[in-house]
């Protein structure tokens, strides 16, 4: 079992940047693959990024590409998600999910989800 709890949200400039946290408890978080997925008012969950157990190997979607970054510290039990030249289409609920298997295998289905946190970017 692992909690998620996610921190970082708030309202910004089309532009502009924001950091967000995602701490796990547990003491295994290592062995997590990690990621982001995020809901627009009035449109399906979408995938946002994913990371690998070690942080070495990281996938994207290709309308974050070149904008956002994912990273971990595992001695922190962190993940982050640091967005930048925000685009108000980036508005959304953000949420970070954990799941044990391989970063190959998990595909978009992850076991554990965080309550999400708002971004919101303005025109």
């Known amino acids: 079992q692992v909690q998620l709890v996610e921190s970082g949200g708030g309202l910004v400039q089309a532009g502009g940047s924001l950091r967000l946290s995602c701490a796990a408890s547990g003491r295994t978080f290592s062995s997590y693959t990690m990621g982001w997925f995020r809901q627009a008012p009035g449109k399906e969950r979408e995938f946002v990024a994913r990371?690998?157990?070690?942080?070495?190997?990281?996938f994207y979607a290709d309308s974050v590409k070149g904008r956002f970054t994912i990273s971990r510290d595992n001695a922190k039990n962190t993940v982050y998600l640091q967005m930048n030249s925000l685009k108000p289409e980036d508005t959304a609920v953000y949420y970070c999910?954990?799941?044990?298997?391989?970063?190959?295998?998990?595909?978009?289905?992850?076991?554990?989800w965080g309550q999400g946190t708002q971004v919101t970017v303005s025109s």
């Open positions: 990371i690998s157990r070690s942080g070495g190997i990281k």
């Open positions: 999910v954990a799941d044990l298997r391989p970063l190959t295998k998990v595909g978009d289905s992850y076991d554990y």
